[in-house]
């Protein structure tokens, strides 16, 4: 084909792969482009997450079973004893009894009551278990047991034993169960007391620690109603309290103010204590004031009215050594919680800080008083409690080197640090005290460390307030609900903190006074009484103290005990009566273990259920907007949340206490931190429809060229390119025509070369000559010149017939 022919076809090749270039070039821009703005999203373990629901919904899931173990003496004859078949009757009576006092069901609280009676020469023991929890707390009572202490065997020790009081046989009972005082394993002690009269009620009392003991007439024996129904008035709120349940409730203590309120906690279990030193209105001491303030004294005294003392009107600030304070009461409280709470603390001293509220002067009570329903108003709003705690305290994240770093707050038209350091001093390092004072500083930091992603979650507050109300107000006394004073002069608000009122009466003439310390001490224990309501923990303790009153309004009581009634006949009605209850306050850390082992009960639910909901709720958040990105770090933290959630279902099951707590908070905090994480909002969440709104303005214009272009010409070179049989047809007559063009040519030829030798001659025979008048000879040139080549490959090697059709042509013509 000649060049002519090729360059349509060249053109054409060039403007197709031009076109296929672009459009590649288009579509890699496109993939790069999407894979720098697509929405990262790791894997979802949504069905883990589901099944974790469902685990979640059996009414023993995260719940710490209990165990109590009731040491029942019987020294021998002349005592009402049980008989070996009576034992197992004894511990399911008094287990069921312990489900009634508490409110519980049988199937949703993992309770164990072991009972070990010590007899002369036999030590038996049985085991109940709830009905619900069987099969997962059958191996919990064939652990290691307490057993039999010889306690009948030996009169000196048991003469010794009963004579003891209640602290100290709490001591006693705390050397002899060394090893097995630990979380979740309680002891009851029940006791026949010789000295006991006949009529006299049973009574007993909760330890500091994890046991109660509980005293009766011998004659009645252990299995006696009252005895039961005794021992299970002090196991169910002491040992039992969050015992599978959400709610702390116990039927016979009425109503709980503080029932279903939130925990003041983080989700990562953080809980700092802000305590504040508010001056109301301090100035240093006028005379002229307190003249004034004489005079209205004696002005008052004068008209038979009782006004103000002249001491109150002495005003000075008042300051207080915290670093002290912390050190001999809160580092205590903060070992005793480690278990449960994170906590952290911090303090400062205010100054112009008056109430809201104005209190009226009482004649009767020689005070100012502020009326109940005014408590909640007596706080200014703009009062600068707030430490300025925006996120988690330095120390209390680990990297710190300090237990509590200091805060800012504002004061007026300056920041001032608020807050004290507590670090012990450090010895010379390779001295001999270098490693004890390296042991006392890790002992005052914080036992229970944050997890990860737990600094995006700021610690719950509360206030701890102490008040130095105005000269002219003092004394004030805050009034409770009855109208009369309230305990400890403070009040309590859920979610909020306490506040106490300080009725210090400063030195004469004295600038800044310091807080004296019994009221500090009292500051202190009314702190630890109103955290431990804040908490949760008061129903409990409330539960035993308020049998007392009720005790003591039944006719048994007011006789001394049972009435004398024919035999057969019951003495009462209703209830058995029992004697007094006490509970002992431990005097260190103002909070038993066994409140905090019912503090850390409730968590664990509280905290792998909340851990659920939230991976629960992200994962439908994720289902529903596409978009929404899972960074890789986010799908780790999910990762996370999720083991350890199912770790503190195992350890709970298991009855380990301390690890399911941590696992159980570390699931709470991760799922939180998950689920409030930025880099699920940095991007913005948009639709797909709103992309192509935006994109297709740009792109289509662009598109519709190209497309066209490469339409056309892919349209353009299947019009040009012919069918197979076409082809043929068309190459045949082609190279026919091309060999008749050429024949002619080559005539044209010979004829110009024979024209001088006839020049002369008649045009008849010219004529004759040029139009082959030898014709052989013509034919036989036309045949074996050049034309016949070029035929011969035109035709495709068919020379032959060309040869014949040629020569026959000759000789016509050569006859014509």
């Known amino acids: 084909m000649s060049p002519e022919a090729q360059a349509p076809s060249g053109r054409s090749r060039r403007r197709l792969w031009g076109v296929i270039y672009i459009i590649a070039y288009v579509t890699l821009a496109v993939a790069f482009w999407y894979r720098t703005v697509r929405v990262p999203r790791v894997p979802f373990p949504q069905d883990d997450i589901t099944a974790l629901e469902v685990e979640l919904t059996d009414p023993l899931a995260a719940a710490l079973p209990a165990t109590v173990t009731v040491y029942v003496v019987c020294p021998g004859p002349g005592y009402n004893c049980l008989e070996y078949k009576d034992v197992s009757p004894f511990a399911q009576a008094l287990g069921e009894a312990v489900l009634r006092e508490g409110g519980l069901q049988g199937d949703q609280a993992p309770l164990v009551v072991r009972v070990v009676h010590d007899a002369p020469g036999a030590c038996s023991t049985s085991s109940w278990v709830a009905p619900g929890a069987k099969q997962r707390l059958a191996g919990a009572s064939a652990g290691d047991a307490l057993g039999c202490l010889d306690l009948s065997t030996s009169q000196e020790l048991r003469r010794s034993v009963l004579s003891l009081g209640e602290r100290e046989f709490d001591d006693w009972v705390a050397k002899e169960l060394a090893g097995q005082d630990r979380p979740g394993n309680y002891f009851l002690f029940l006791m026949p007391d010789p000295w006991m009269t006949v009529k006299a009620l049973p009574h007993g009392f909760v330890g500091r620690r994890r046991a109660a003991a509980a005293r009766y007439v011998p ?110 009461f809160l580092q205590p409280l903060k070992e005793v919680l480690a278990p449960a709470v994170r906590l952290t603390v911090s303090s400062q001293v205010l100054y112009f800080t008056p109430p809201r509220v104005n209190a009226t002067w009482d004649p009767a009570r020689r005070a100012h008083v502020v009326p109940h329903h005014q408590l909640p108003f007596l706080v200014d709003p703009d009062w600068p409690l707030d430490p300025g705690r925006t996120g988690l305290p330095n120390s209390a994240a680990g990297g710190g080197t300090t237990p509590y770093d200091l805060a800012a707050a504002v004061a007026g038209s300056r920041h001032i640090g608020v807050g004290e350091v507590l670090a012990p001093p450090t010895a010379a390092v390779g001295s001999a005290g270098h490693a004890a004072a390296e042991r006392a500083a890790a002992a005052a930091r914080p036992r229970l460390m944050p997890p990860r992603g737990a600094e995006a979650l700021p610690p719950a507050v509360l206030n701890m307030v102490l008040l130095a109300p105005p000269p002219r107000l ?343």
């Open 474 to 816: 003092r004394p004030l006394l805050l009034l409770g609900p009855d109208g009369e004073p309230a305990a400890a002069n403070s009040m309590r608000m859920p979610g909020w903190g306490m506040l106490q009122v300080l009725n210090q009466v400063p030195p004469e003439g004295a600038i800044l006074a310091a807080v004296e310390q019994e009221p500090m001490q009292a500051f202190a224990a009314e702190a630890v009484s109103q955290l431990r309501s804040l908490l949760g923990l008061g129903a409990a303790r409330r539960a035993l103290l308020t049998h007392n009153p009720r005790h003591n309004a039944t006719p048994a009581a007011n006789v001394g005990g049972f009435p004398v009634v024919p035999r057969g006949h019951r003495p009462y009605a209703g209830p058995p009566p029992v004697g007094t209850l006490s509970v002992l306050t431990a005097l260190r850390t103002g909070l038993a273990p066994w409140e905090v082992d019912a503090l850390v009960r409730r968590r664990v639910r509280e905290d792998v259920a909340a851990a659920g909901s939230t991976l629960a709720a992200l994962g439908r958040l994720l289902e529903k907007v596409p978009t929404l990105a899972l960074p890789p770090a986010v799908g780790a933290v999910v990762g996370d949340a999720l083991g350890s959630a199912r770790r503190a279902l195992r350890l709970a099951a298991k009855g380990r206490y301390e690890e399911a707590s941590r696992a159980a908070q570390e699931a709470r905090a991760w799922a939180e931190a998950a689920f409030g994480d930025p880099s699920l909002s940095a991007r913005l969440n948009v639709p797909d429809t709103h992309l192509v709104g935006v994109y297709l303005p740009f792109c289509l214009p662009a598109a519709v060229p190209l497309l066209q272009a490469l339409f056309a010409e892919l349209f353009r070179r299947r019009r040009s390119k012919p069918q197979p049989e076409a082809a043929a047809v068309a190459g045949t007559a082609a190279a026919a025509a091309v060999a008749a063009a050429a024949a002619v040519a080559t005539v044209a030829a010979a004829a110009k070369q024979a024209a001088p030798t006839v020049e002369g001659s008649t045009p008849k025979k010219a004529g004759a000559v040029a139009e082959g008048s030898t014709p052989k000879k013509a034919g036989a040139g036309a045949e074996a010149g050049t034309p016949k080549k070029a035929q011969t490959e035109a035709e495709g090697g068919t020379p032959k017939k060309g040869h014949k059709h040629g020569h026959k042509g000759g000789k016509h013509g050569g006859r014509k």
């Open 219 to 328: 004659a009645r024996g252990p299995a006696h109603e009252t005895v039961v129904r005794l021992a299970a008035l002090l196991v169910a709120p002491a040992f039992a309290s969050y015992l599978g349940r959400d709610q702390g409730q116990f039927p016979d203590s009425g109503p709980d103010p503080d029932a279903g309120l939130p925990l003041p906690l983080s989700p990562a279990a953080q809980l700092h204590l802000s305590f504040s030193l508010c001056n109301a209105h301090p100035s240093p001491h006028d005379p002229l004031r307190a003249a004034s303030a004489a005079a209205a004294a004696a002005a008052a005294s004068a008209e038979g009215a009782d006004g103000p003392d002249e001491g109150a009107a002495r005003s000075a600030a008042l300051t207080w050594a915290f670093p002290s304070f912390e050190t001999q």
